[in-house]
């Protein structure tokens, strides 16, 4: 998951290749709730891991629900109804499908059981209206009181006395969540009899209902359902674990590789796994909508594969009430369509993690469309030619705002764009998909496309102890980059070499060493750790028996040419970070940030002073600042790319600098030189 503070996403060309989805969010948190309202042990597979359902799960352990991960499974042994605690504070993020069922669930049980509940959550969460949830609960005698404005979080629950005689009223033109959670909460208070939910108003968002009852019949509840105004819980009704069960991949998730596939699904398909056209969930009509679109799409049972078909995408005009989470999807989507698109009956926008309507607005008018927004609908209509500017996408906290606009990043597929015209997208805290897809970016990175040489490189070269290595790692983790290391490649030759008996001179048997690596040799890099056929060897490569021998194989022209195309393989998606001595000069001369490290002999002969003794290894600062020397010398003077600064590098002297200083000032020089403009395809 990309924890940086942003995540820059260069041009895309292409989409091809299988992804699986993460769980359901809708499903995870109704399936966590209904085993921990149930009785016996429910053992659950392929659950979403995100913040929401973290939430979820910190909540029941808190009110004494039984959960122990089983392997790739978890078993939920629930409350059979009964509190396990009298008292609890629950912290519940900004997870709607948390906080909503666990009002009306704790309300109820509060006021027949006993019992005090405060739910909270994070200052957004404290702006999303519970009103009419609450407006349908007190009547029924339950206490619950709004800690901070009326009608919103947070809430404290405390006791009250149940009067069941009359239908539970609920409006249903705001969040289809409110009727969902009195459906997941009144089966325990229904031992004496049936009980009647009436909707007011236009229930919207009709296919979340419809996954609410068959999740509810699964845990053993048969609700009578009347047209869309009136539900009936049968008397008696009890929540019995079904044992096992399964839940689908993400239906809105898939919305965001069934656009890409529409998008750029050009030669081979975008192929989805964990959720097909039979679906239980609304959001697979996405589906639909892609289609009017003109995308190829085929499916069946736990699958779907996207192409590209018509071309520009087709404008629609379109009531989305039945979508309302994947139809943001649409509202880029038409950044790549062929007049104005039309999304309608999507009020309940302007009530999830942010105001949707007005956030999607305001970030694709930065990126050149024209936008008309309404108390209910929005307009996209594309940018004109060449009329595509660069954006840095805000994004609100809401991990939907960050997947959708993620997709503006083919645009130099869009028929509006400019000849020869490429912007620069970034999107602003990629962490907020932690809610629903904790590795969204990964997942995209696996299927989208481009020229190599599209992927931004900063290059980090200088001596050796000059601390280049800790300086690009740090840099790589803060942008959410690839790191190289390319001194490893070296290190790791010169460490074959002293296992195998081959002199650091002998360049033939060095260069089928070289060779080898990735090959007939694995090689593998886990962070900071190098495994080399099947071993970490990351202590063994800071011998510095290791470390003379790898300086000297490195100006050994035939070592270099062997190991230059496995650095170059090192450049993907969505940037790369390259430590060495000649990275800017010869491997990535076209980097978009170079720069060379010139730390003198003295501080860096101290700085590896300080580590060998560390080690126990006993040495001298003179015989250190000698051999430092010498391998300056030796690199500087080598006849096949010497160590010397690109023409075009930035000179940084760390010798007062800490590593935090370092990485703040190289990466000041690359957010300070935004928008990187990358040259297009020719």
């Known amino acids: 998951m990309y924890t940086t503070a942003f995540l820059d996403l260069p041009p895309l060309l292409q989409a091809e290749g299988s992804v699986r989805l993460p769980g359901s969010k809708s499903i995870s948190n109704r399936v966590l709730l209904l085993a921990g309202l149930s009785e016996g042990t429910t053992r659950v597979h392929d659950l979403l891991a995100s913040d929401d359902t973290r939430v979820m799960l910190d909540a029941l352990r808190t009110l004494g629900c039984d ?31 948390a906080m909503r069922p666990l009002t009306a669930a704790l309300a109820l049980l509060s006021a027949t059981q006993g019992g005090v509940f405060e739910l909270s959550g994070v200052p957004r969460m404290h702006e999303r209206p519970i009103g009419d949830l609450i407006d349908a609960l007190r009547p029924l005698g339950c206490h619950i009181e709004c800690l901070g404005q009326e009608g919103y979080p947070p809430l404290r629950l405390n006791g009250g006395m149940l009067k069941l005689d009359a239908p539970i009223k609920v409006r249903g033109d705001v969040s289809s969540q409110f009727l969902t959670a009195l459906l ?59 044992g096992e069960i399964h839940i689908e991949a993400d239906a809105s998730s898939a919305s965001y590789f069934i656009a890409a596939g529409a998008i750029a699904g050009i030669e081979q398909p975008v192929r989805i796994e964990g959720v097909g056209l039979d679906s239980i969930q609304g959001d697979i009509r996405f589906v639909e ?9 085929e499916g069946g049972p736990n699958w779907l594969e996207i192409k590209r078909g018509a071309w520009p995408l087709k404008a629609v005009s379109m009531d989305c009430n039945h979508i309302p989470d994947a139809a943001m999807t649409l509202a880029v989507m038409a950044l790549y369509a062929e007049g104005t698109t039309r999304l309608s009956n999507i009020a309940s926008w302007r009530v999830k993690e942010t105001d949707r309507i007005a956030a999607m607005a305001t970030e694709l008018r930065k990126l050149g469309a024209v936008v008309t927004e309404g108390g209910d609908y929005i307009e996209v209509m594309p940018p004109a030619p060449g009329a595509w500017t660069h954006a840095s996408i805000h994004t609100y906290d809401d991990h939907r705002m960050a997947m959708c606009f993620s997709l503006a990043a083919f645009h130099p597929l869009a028929p509006t764009i400019g000849a020869g015209q490429t912007v620069s997208v970034r999107i602003e805290d990629p962490r907020c998909v932690g809610k629903t897809f904790p590795d969204y970016f990964e997942t995209l990175f696996q299927v989208a496309k481009n020229e190599s040489r599209q992927i931004p490189v900063i290059t980090i070269d200088g001596p050796s102890a000059s601390g280049k290595g800790t300086l690009a790692s740090a840099l790589a983790t803060r942008l959410g ?27 033939p048997a060095l260069v089928g060493l070289a060779r080898q690596l990735g090959e007939e040799i694995p090689l593998r890099f886990e962070g900071h750790q190098v495994w080399l056929d099947g071993q970490e060897v ?145």
Request: overall charge negative; proline content about 5%; charged content about 20%.
């Open 67 to 97: 959960i122990r991960p089983e392997g790739e499974t978890l078993a939920i042994t629930g409350l059979g109804g009964q509190l396990g605690v009298p008292n609890a504070q629950l912290f519940l993020g900004n997870a709607g499908t």
């Open 184 to 242: 997941l909460a009144l089966p325990l208070v229904s031992k004496d009899q049936a009980l009647t939910i009436e909707v007011e108003g236009e229930l919207i968002s009709k296919p979340y209902i419809e996954i609410t009852l068959n999740l509810l019949a699964r845990f053993g509840i048969a609700i009578e359902r009347q047209g869309w105004e009136r539900f009936i819980i049968p008397q008696g009704s009890r929540y019995q674990s079904p």
């Open 289 to 297: 909508a892609a289609r009017a679109m003109g995308a190829q799409i």
């Open 481 to 507: 980059y690839q790191f190289l290391d390319s001194g490893a490649l070296y290190r790791v030759t010169a460490l074959l070499a002293l296992r195998r008996g081959v002199p650091a001179d002998h360049e």
């Open 538 to 682: 990351s202590e063994d490569l800071r011998q510095e028996e290791v470390g003379q021998n790898s300086s000297k194989i490195s100006a050994l022209p035939g070592v270099r040419q062997a190991l230059v195309r496995q650095q170059l393989a090192f450049r993907k998606l969505p940037g790369l970070v390259a430590d060495g001595r000649d990275m800017g000069t010869v491997i990535f001369p076209d980097a978009g940030l170079k720069v060379f490290l010139t730390a003198s002999v003295a501080q860096r002969a101290e700085r590896r002073y300080n580590q060998l003794i560390s080690k126990g290894i006993s040495v001298t600062l003179d015989e250190i600042c000698a051999d430092l020397e010498a391998r300056d010398l030796r690199d500087k003077s080598r006849a096949v790319a010497p160590m010397v600064p690109a023409a075009d590098a930035r000179l940084l002297d760390n010798s007062a600098l800490s590593i935090d200083q370092s990485v703040d000032t190289v990466l000041g020089w690359w957010t300070d030189g935004w928008p990187h403009v990358v040259t297009p395809q020719a």
